[in-house]
């Protein structure tokens, strides 16, 4: 292209690919680089490619980017371009050089891939709660049919003329022990299947939140969502299990990129906010979502509205968060959406705090690949 983005040049993979030549789509009155980009950009990325294309000619910045363009045959492909400036000796642009790689069989790869990694987290997760009501089966028979034998015990010896009061009562006795032992065995069993049983180790939020946008990125891209993460300067360490809070953050970021699949792209907007409050750090994750139909149900174990779902996500993270001490609490945003917030304890006798720099935002429209 010529300095001031006016396409001059296709070789001739690119002709062939195409189906047409440089100048095969000009129509009077309009920027030879416009006619081109309708011509061969998919609709939905058309204004994705047009807004980096227009700042890096502002800004003489090179980009990569990822998107569908249009074959000779009518078929769109995922295409990697990449874009930068060759210049003078005087530093002045002397014009612009581009190339397009065809990655549709990786993308379709890594598609293929994440479905697959997607069925076996299903079939984990379907495999561990068999697992889970198997256990609890299994160990709480025994209290269960103790506290059965020993009902029926004392019913003899109440029945019995004259009572017997006194071995009744050491049988009640057995009896609450019975049930108590009950009561530990699922608590137990509880613990393990959620996890509640981490280390607390002061943490710096501001590391395990840049962790989690990394594992989200990709995600993120594809559904072509903004995630807007706020963090107050100078946080303060956190006593928290890491690995259990970053659970938790993925399983609700994870939720409203599903929840907003059906929302118009220019609505798709999730936010992360933390700031200090009293003697914890409060997390909020907001969405722009279509919000919660029961939200006082959210976090109950097996309600979900899902046509798949188990209603189990939500309920882990809200043990996981009161095994910390804390609240989840569900809620619909204003005016839309879905918000999710807890507060995080304070590492205790905290002298030292994380740098104060909020993260930027990551939107998949505005991330070179």
Same mark, same amino acid.
């Given at each position: 292209?010529?300095?001031?983005?006016?396409?001059?040049?296709?070789?001739?993979?690119?002709?062939?690919?195409?189906?047409?030549?440089?100048?095969?789509?000009?129509?009077?009155?309009?920027?030879?680089?416009?006619?081109?980009?309708?011509?061969?950009?998919?609709?939905?990325?058309?204004?994705?490619?047009?807004?980096?294309?227009?700042?890096?000619?502002?800004?003489?910045?090179?980009?990569?980017?990822?998107?569908?363009?249009?074959?000779?045959?009518?078929?769109?492909?995922?295409?990697?371009?990449?874009?930068?400036?060759?210049?003078?000796?005087?530093?002045?642009?002397?014009?612009?050089?581009?190339?397009?790689?065809?990655?549709?069989?990786?993308?379709?790869?890594?598609?293929?891939?994440?479905?697959?990694?997607?069925?076996?987290?299903?079939?984990?997760?379907?495999?561990?709660?068999?697992?889970?009501?198997?256990?609890?089966?299994?160990?709480?028979?025994?209290?269960?049919?103790?506290?059965?034998?020993?009902?029926?015990?004392?019913?003899?010896?109440?029945?019995?003329?004259?009572?017997?009061?006194?071995?009744?009562?050491?049988?009640?006795?057995?009896?609450?022990?019975?049930?108590?032992?009950?009561?530990?065995?699922?608590?137990?069993?509880?613990?393990?299947?959620?996890?509640?049983?981490?280390?607390?180790? /002061?943490? $710096?939020? %501001?590391?395990? !939140?840049? #962790?989690?946008?990394?594992? +989200?990125?990709?995600?993120? @891209?594809?559904?072509?969502?903004?995630?807007?993460?706020?963090?107050?300067?100078?946080?303060?360490?956190?006593?928290?299990?890491?690995?259990?809070?970053?659970?938790?953050?993925?399983?609700?970021?994870?939720?409203?990129?599903?929840?907003?699949?059906?929302?118009?792209?220019?609505?798709?907007?999730?936010?992360?906010?933390?700031?200090?409050?009293?003697?914890?750090?409060?997390?909020?994750?907001?969405?722009?979502?279509?919000?919660?139909?029961?939200?006082?149900?959210?976090?109950?174990?097996?309600?979900?509205?899902?046509?798949?779902?188990?209603?189990?996500?939500?309920?882990?993270?809200?043990?996981?968060?009161?095994?910390?001490?804390?609240?989840?609490?569900?809620?619909?945003?204003?005016?839309?959406?879905?918000?999710?917030?807890?507060?995080? /304890?304070? $590492?205790? %006798?905290?002298? !030292?705090? #994380?740098?104060?720099?909020? +993260?930027?935002?990551?939107? @998949?429209?505005?991330?070179?690949?």
């Amino acid at each position: 292209m010529t300095p001031a983005g006016k396409p001059v040049y296709f070789s001739r993979h690119m002709r062939e690919f195409l189906g047409f030549d440089v100048a095969g789509k000009d129509r009077p009155g309009e920027p030879r680089l416009q006619s081109l980009l309708a011509a061969m950009i998919h609709p939905d990325d058309l204004a994705r490619v047009s807004q980096r294309l227009d700042h890096s000619l502002r800004t003489g910045r090179s980009y990569a980017l990822t998107h569908r363009q249009r074959r000779f045959d009518g078929t769109y492909r995922w295409i990697e371009t990449r874009l930068a400036a060759m210049r003078g000796e005087d530093g002045a642009i002397a014009q612009w050089n581009g190339v397009c790689l065809d990655i549709e069989d990786q993308v379709r790869a890594q598609e293929e891939l994440r479905q697959a990694q997607d069925k076996l987290a299903r079939a984990s997760e379907a495999a561990s709660l068999a697992e889970l009501s198997a256990s609890i089966a299994h160990e709480v028979n025994q209290p269960l049919a103790a506290i059965m034998t020993n009902a029926q015990a004392c019913r003899r010896w109440l029945a019995s003329d004259p009572p017997n009061v006194a071995r009744a009562q050491a049988i009640v006795e057995r009896i609450a022990r019975s049930a108590q032992s009950a009561a530990d065995i699922v608590s137990h069993i509880r613990a393990l299947f959620s996890r509640t049983a981490g280390p607390r180790t /002061p943490s $710096a939020l %501001g590391s395990l !939140v840049e #962790e989690v946008r990394e594992l +989200l990125a990709e995600e993120l @891209a594809r559904c072509r969502i903004l995630l807007d993460i706020r963090l107050a300067p100078d946080l303060p360490l956190v006593a928290i299990d890491p690995v259990q809070i970053q659970q938790v953050l993925l399983n609700i970021l994870r939720n409203a990129i599903e929840a907003m699949a059906d929302m118009p792209a220019d609505r798709r907007r999730l936010s992360l906010e933390a700031v200090p409050e009293h003697a914890g750090l409060r997390i909020v994750v907001a969405d722009t979502g279509p919000g919660l139909a029961e939200p006082d149900r959210a976090c109950e174990a097996f309600f979900t509205t899902k046509p798949q779902g188990m209603g189990m996500g939500l309920a882990i993270c809200r043990s996981i968060v009161e095994a910390h001490g804390c609240r989840l609490r569900a809620e619909n945003g204003d005016p839309v959406g879905a918000r999710f917030s807890f507060t995080l /304890p304070m $590492a205790k %006798g905290d002298e !030292v705090r #994380e740098p104060g720099s909020p +993260l930027p935002s990551h939107s @998949a429209s505005a991330s070179p690949v």
